[in-house]
Nanobody, 113 residues
């Protein structure tokens, strides 16, 4: 059974930073493509970034240059470093294993102006 546990969300002022973590179990993590999505109140869930097993990454234009996704296969964990946060980054952030269609429970990120 695949499980994802996200952590690291919280409240931060605009311009601040947070690092989210997504720890996976029950899966061959090193070959998995992992993505972060986010959903703000009243909005659809949207793509933020993804990282392939070989380390290639993609980012939404809205976060390019501010967010960085990385992975530690030894720990079966993906990280999302978020810098220069803006109020519009406020959302619940979800980790997603693309090739297994498994979502985490989400972690709230709130950026105050």
């Amino acid at each position: 059974q695949v499980q994802l546990v996200e952590s690291g969300g919280g409240l931060v002022q605009a311009g601040g930073s947070l690092r989210l973590s997504c720890a996976a179990s029950g899966i061959i993590f090193s070959s998995s493509t992992v993505a972060w999505y986010r959903q703000a109140p009243g909005n659809q869930r949207e793509f933020v970034t993804r990282i392939l097993g070989i380390g290639l990454t993609n980012y939404a234009n809205s976060v390019k240059g501010r967010f960085t996704i990385s992975r530690d296969n030894a720990k079966s964990t993906v990280y999302l470093q978020m810098n220069s946060l803006k109020p519009e980054d406020t959302a619940v952030y979800y980790c997603y294993i693309i090739n297994r269609n498994v979502w985490g429970q989400g972690t709230q990120v709130t950026v105050s102006s």
